[in-house]
């Protein structure tokens, strides 16, 4: 079993965000979370990665809890959130070298050889503050590319800022991970242009 998620339920406040999220995701299997500005889908994502805590219902992780096995949770999890997370002073291949997935740094040469692949090879050697937005969005997908062993990705708006190409490689390399049997839970605003990604509506808010 890979990720289950029961009954889970976020409040803010006198209101409900979301309640009774419900959905079970096993290897080679993708989900789509959609819903409106506001509905709750980054905060779904959070839960799911152990960085917020439900109001109510649990996530488990290979039929554990994942607040009790948190370490191997995170060892088998590559989670990009809405922010990129990079360091603007460093170069991009700083940035992956240096730190950006924990416990799993990469060289100099994996970290060009990543940015090369994804179309930055140029930008490679300058500073993240100078980059431009899809730029640095790309940089923190070249992540993608240095944890292929990690089974389950959680990935936030992943194509946000992108050009239609580079939007177009991103998706060849989600379903290239489906497809080694990864499993993927993913928010766009855009439906994901590949085939058995399953649909989880978010409702309410703008
Ligand atoms: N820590 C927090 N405390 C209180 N309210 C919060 C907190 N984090 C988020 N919210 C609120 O919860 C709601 C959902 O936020 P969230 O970022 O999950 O939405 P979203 O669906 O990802 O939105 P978008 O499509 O705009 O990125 C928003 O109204 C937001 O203001």
Redesign the pocket.
């Known amino acids: 079993m890979g990720l289950t998620c029961q009954q889970l339920t976020c409040r803010?406040g006198r209101s409900t965000?979301f309640a009774g999220v419900n959905f079970k995701l096993q290897a080679g299997e993708a989900i789509w979370v959609q819903?409106?500005?506001?509905?709750?889908?980054?905060?779904?994502l959070r839960m799911l990665c152990g960085l917020a805590r439900p109001d109510r219902g649990a996530v488990h992780w290979r039929d554990q809890p994942i607040l009790a096995t948190r370490a191997q949770f995170h060892s088998e999890l590559l989670h990009i959130g809405?922010a990129d997370g990079l360091k603007p002073d460093l170069l991009a291949w700083e940035n992956l070298a240096l730190g950006a997935l924990p416990g799993a740094r990469c060289t100099r040469a994996e970290a060009e050889q990543a940015l090369a692949e994804i179309g930055l090879a140029a930008a490679a050697q300058r500073p993240v503050r100078l980059l431009s937005q899809g730029q640095r969005k790309r940089v923190a997908l070249a992540r993608l590319l240095l944890a292929p062993q990690r089974p389950l990705w959680i990935l936030d708006?992943p194509i946000a800022s992108l050009d239609q190409a580079a939007a177009a490689q991103v998706g060849a390399i989600l379903q290239a991970h489906c497809a080694r049997g990864g499993m993927l839970v993913l928010?766009t605003h855009q439906q994901p242009d590949f085939p058995g990604v399953r649909h989880l509506q978010?409702g309410a808010?703008c």
Do not use: F, Q
């Open positions: 803010r965000l819903g409106r500005n506001g509905s709750g889908k980054t905060t779904l809405h708006e928010t978010l808010p």
